[in-house]
């Protein structure tokens, strides 16, 4: 029926202590004060679950095909560009899963969110940080090998007076991000040093790249946040001084549940064969993982584009070039308008001029033989994603019984699989003595089955690739809740979003890992 197009490929953080509310604390050293005006409330609180509750160790992921990661939604770790998933820490744990068949799914973090006792309850099954664990940490968690190594910088705006040396933070204001545990010692610092400073509170939901931000606009005096993060920064943002770095450079790292030895002892063989320090101290770099941090953190290409704001929809509350369409086509067959993005990304890229070896065509990757009345506009973004919206409708109808989440499973794999294969996998799960009215134990075990002779042969339509229908679902399902979180279903932005005058020009994303 459909078959996926020719450029369909699959598709980052800081640890807070809990708390967003200070207080007041002075602290003495040597007849010199550091003022630190906000400290979390609860700074030494253990998690609220510090030891796992669940058992699910790299087997009970592989039986299940999903790794899940946890992560803050950042320009280092995680987020949306041009409607595909991005991020160094992502993109990295993404070749770890594409290497052992997973699928990569990302839950998201509020700000200020008890991310071990999220991994602890089985949230998700790594959790990416971006920044350096500490040592206390160990008694809840563990953590892998390096993925890469910072050092904290102070930062001023370029029409405030710089910062040449440490002692030059006498007398300044001095900002974190909440819950950044480089506090303690930031303090431990100051006062070795006898400077008399004062830390103040961030907002309570500001991240790194707020803060540095609200430094280049003058709405704070100093930050102090990891020096990759502000070196991307002055490319993408002039008007950023960096100043002195602060304490020794340390390892990032994943952290994993106590309990996961084996995930843990495989995330460890593959980042030491992608990133590891030789006998002389220098960092030692693969191919792909070289291409990934230049990607994030010395591009200047790159690093411009993932922050542009109208491919960011986080800043623009805009998905893609033909959010319009898809909401009007969508909303009238009553389908999410985000779920059909997640599908048209996966298909096309939103490129509408891609065409698949099958010879489907445009955003939605028709075929001409099943368009209909749009087999010869297939090209023009409007007819295609008519012809794509009746299929989908379709499919969509066909499984009104189903509840929500199984009925947009089944109506995607019939969407990427046609529904023969998707009829032969239901019977086939009749036989085995599953329920074919369920993915998760049904069709999602039965379709990958139609590739083996033993079971095929006994089927209306024969062998199927049924594994990349799985992996197809589960990939527009992890990228339909990461705009969810982003783009309200309501178009309520679209008054202000930008807007371009050619639907024809192909869309150069790079989202997605390859």
Request: charged share 25%.
């Amino acid at each position: 029926m459909l078959r996926p197009g020719r450029h369909r490929r699959p598709c980052q953080g800081r640890i807070p202590r809990y708390a967003l509310l200070g207080v007041l604390l002075l602290l003495s050293a040597c007849g010199e004060k550091v003022t630190d005006a906000y400290r979390p409330a609860h700074w030494g609180d253990d998690p609220q679950r510090p030891h796992p509750v669940v058992e699910r160790d790299l087997g009970s992921i592989r039986a299940g095909g999903t790794l899940r990661m946890i992560a803050f939604y950042n320009s280092h770790s995680y987020f949306v560009h041009k409607g595909g998933q991005a991020g160094f820490d992502y993109e990295l744990l993404y070749r770890f899963a594409r290497e052992r068949g997973l699928t990569l799914e990302v839950v998201v973090a509020a700000p200020g969110s008890d991310v071990i006792s999220m991994l602890n309850t089985g949230q998700g099954d790594v959790v990416c940080t971006g920044g350096p664990p500490e040592a206390e940490w160990g008694r809840w968690v563990r953590w892998t090998r390096p993925t890469n190594f910072v050092r904290k910088v102070v930062v001023t705006g370029s029409e405030a007076r710089p910062i040449p040396s440490l002692a030059a933070l006498t007398g300044r204001q001095v900002m974190l991000p909440n819950g950044d545990p480089f506090r303690a010692e930031l303090l431990d610092v100051l006062q070795s040093a006898r400077i008399r400073t004062r830390l103040v509170g961030a907002p309570p939901l500001a991240g790194p790249e707020e803060l540095l931000g609200m430094v280049r606009e003058g709405s704070a005096d100093v930050v102090v946040v990891d020096d990759l993060m502000a070196l991307a920064a002055q490319v993408h943002a002039p008007g950023l001084q960096l100043g002195p770095q602060l304490g020794r450079r340390r390892p990032s790292a994943w952290l994993v549940r106590e309990n996961s030895s084996d995930l843990l002892a495989a995330l460890n063989q593959f980042l030491k064969a992608h990133f590891h320090l030789a006998a002389s101290g220098r960092a030692r770099r693969s191919r792909d993982y070289g291409i990934i941090h230049e990607r994030y953190f010395s591009n200047r290409i790159t690093i411009k584009e993932f922050r542009t704001a109208g491919d960011r929809p986080d800043k623009s509350g805009r998905i893609s070039l033909y959010d319009t369409e898809i909401r009007r086509q969508a909303g009238a067959a009553g389908l999410d308008w985000r779920l059909v993005s997640a599908l048209m990304f996966q298909e096309s890229r939103f490129d509408p001029l891609a065409v698949s070896q099958a010879d489907a065509r445009g955003l939605m990757q028709v075929l001409p033989r099943v368009a209909g009345a749009q087999a010869d506009s297939l090209f023009e973004p409007s007819a295609n994603i008519r012809a794509g919206m009746r299929l989908l409708k379709g499919a969509w109808r066909r499984y009104a019984y189903l509840d929500s989440l199984e009925r947009v499973r089944f109506t995607l794999a019939e969407y990427h699989a046609g529904f023969g294969h998707v009829n032969d996998a239901r019977r086939l799960a009749m036989d085995v003595g599953r329920d074919p009215n369920a993915w998760a134990g049904g069709l999602a075990e039965t379709l990958p089955r139609l590739m083996e002779p033993r079971w095929y042969k006994g089927t209306r339509h024969g062998f199927y690739g049924g594994q990349r229908t799985v992996t197809y679902v589960h990939e527009i399902l992890g990228r339909y809740r990461a705009y969810m979180r982003l783009v309200p279903r309501e178009e309520r932005l679209a008054a202000t979003l930008p807007t371009r005058s050619a639907w024809g020009i192909t869309q150069k994303a790079r989202p997605d890992p390859p």
